[in-house]
Protein backbone atom coordinates (compact mmCIF):
# COMPACT_ATOMS: atom_id res chain seq x y z
CA UNK A 1 0.00 0.00 0.00
CA UNK A 2 1.22 3.49 -1.00
CA UNK A 3 -0.24 6.52 0.34
CA UNK A 4 0.30 9.77 -1.61
CA UNK A 5 0.08 13.53 -0.43
CA UNK A 6 0.35 16.24 -2.72
CA UNK A 7 1.33 20.03 -1.94
CA UNK A 8 1.81 23.19 -3.20
CA UNK A 9 -1.35 24.43 -4.92
CA UNK A 10 -2.48 27.54 -5.07
CA UNK A 11 -3.68 30.92 -6.55
CA UNK A 12 -0.98 32.36 -9.45
CA UNK A 13 -1.51 34.78 -12.11
CA UNK A 14 -0.88 33.80 -15.93
CA UNK A 15 2.91 33.77 -16.55
CA UNK A 16 3.38 32.37 -13.34
CA UNK A 17 4.71 29.63 -11.35
CA UNK A 18 4.60 27.00 -8.96
CA UNK A 19 5.90 23.54 -7.68
CA UNK A 20 3.64 20.92 -6.73
CA UNK A 21 4.99 17.83 -4.45
CA UNK A 22 3.99 14.60 -4.06
CA UNK A 23 4.95 12.25 -0.96
CA UNK A 24 5.02 8.97 -0.66
CA UNK A 25 4.92 6.37 2.39
CA UNK A 26 4.89 2.76 2.03
CA UNK A 27 7.62 0.33 0.35
CA UNK A 28 8.85 0.44 -3.05
CA UNK A 29 8.39 4.15 -4.77
CA UNK A 30 11.48 3.49 -6.43
CA UNK A 31 9.89 0.93 -8.65
CA UNK A 32 6.95 2.82 -9.30
CA UNK A 33 5.83 5.21 -12.35
CA UNK A 34 5.24 8.17 -11.10
CA UNK A 35 2.67 10.71 -12.75
CA UNK A 36 0.92 13.77 -12.61
CA UNK A 37 -2.58 14.41 -14.02
CA UNK A 38 -5.15 16.70 -13.56
CA UNK A 39 -9.23 17.41 -13.87
CA UNK A 40 -10.82 20.66 -14.69
CA UNK A 41 -14.73 21.42 -13.64
CA UNK A 42 -16.36 19.44 -16.72
CA UNK A 43 -13.66 17.76 -18.37
CA UNK A 44 -11.99 14.16 -17.98
CA UNK A 45 -8.94 13.86 -16.05
CA UNK A 46 -5.93 13.82 -18.03
CA UNK A 47 -2.30 12.61 -17.57
CA UNK A 48 0.01 16.10 -17.39
CA UNK A 49 3.44 14.67 -16.91
CA UNK A 50 5.48 11.11 -16.25
CA UNK A 51 8.50 9.90 -14.86
CA UNK A 52 9.28 6.20 -15.14
CA UNK A 53 11.28 4.27 -12.51
CA UNK A 54 14.30 5.06 -14.63
CA UNK A 55 13.48 8.22 -15.11
CA UNK A 56 12.38 8.70 -18.37
CA UNK A 57 9.61 11.32 -18.82
CA UNK A 58 6.82 12.20 -21.11
CA UNK A 59 4.61 14.97 -21.13
CA UNK A 60 1.38 15.56 -22.80
CA UNK A 61 1.42 18.27 -25.90
CA UNK A 62 -0.14 21.36 -24.18
CA UNK A 63 2.79 21.19 -21.27
CA UNK A 64 5.99 20.55 -23.15
CA UNK A 65 8.34 23.12 -22.44
CA UNK A 66 6.77 24.52 -19.36
CA UNK A 67 5.93 22.05 -16.55
CA UNK A 68 9.17 19.62 -15.60
CA UNK A 69 8.25 16.70 -13.61
CA UNK A 70 11.23 15.21 -11.61
CA UNK A 71 11.36 12.50 -8.88
CA UNK A 72 13.86 11.91 -5.67
CA UNK A 73 14.16 7.96 -4.78
CA UNK A 74 15.81 8.79 -1.58
CA UNK A 75 13.28 11.18 -0.54
CA UNK A 76 10.05 8.89 -1.92
CA UNK A 77 9.02 12.50 -3.89
CA UNK A 78 7.88 13.50 -6.75
CA UNK A 79 7.52 16.83 -8.03
CA UNK A 80 5.95 18.95 -10.59
CA UNK A 81 7.42 22.70 -11.74
CA UNK A 82 4.82 24.77 -13.34
CA UNK A 83 6.47 27.19 -15.19
CA UNK A 84 4.52 29.96 -17.36
CA UNK A 85 1.23 29.21 -15.78
CA UNK A 86 -2.24 29.78 -18.95
CA UNK A 87 -5.49 29.93 -17.07
CA UNK A 88 -6.27 26.62 -19.13
CA UNK A 89 -3.90 25.15 -16.76
CA UNK A 90 -7.14 25.95 -13.80
CA UNK A 91 -7.64 22.43 -12.23
CA UNK A 92 -6.80 19.68 -9.66
CA UNK A 93 -3.89 18.04 -9.65
CA UNK A 94 -3.69 14.88 -8.77
CA UNK A 95 -0.44 12.17 -8.07
CA UNK A 96 -0.22 8.82 -9.04
CA UNK A 97 1.91 5.92 -8.45
CA UNK A 98 1.83 2.81 -10.94
CA UNK A 99 3.37 -0.29 -11.01
CA UNK A 100 0.61 -2.86 -11.87
CA UNK A 101 -2.82 -2.55 -12.57
CA UNK A 102 -3.34 -3.63 -8.68
CA UNK A 103 -0.41 -1.59 -7.69
CA UNK A 104 -2.09 1.88 -8.95
CA UNK A 105 -2.59 4.87 -6.12
CA UNK A 106 -3.89 8.28 -6.36
CA UNK A 107 -3.12 11.13 -3.81
CA UNK A 108 -6.51 13.60 -2.80
CA UNK A 109 -5.10 16.28 -5.34
CA UNK A 110 -3.97 20.16 -4.64
CA UNK A 111 -6.01 22.94 -6.31
CA UNK A 112 -3.94 25.05 -8.92
CA UNK A 113 -5.98 28.55 -9.91
CA UNK A 114 -4.44 30.52 -12.55
CA UNK A 115 -6.23 33.72 -12.54
CA UNK A 116 -5.40 37.53 -12.73
Known amino acids: QVQLVESGGGLVQPGGSLRLSCAAS????????MGWYRQAPGKQRELVAQITSGGSTHYTDSVEGRFTISRDNAKNTVWLQLNSLKPEDTAVYYCNAYYSRLSDFWGQGTQVTVSS
Open 26 to 33: GRGFSLFT
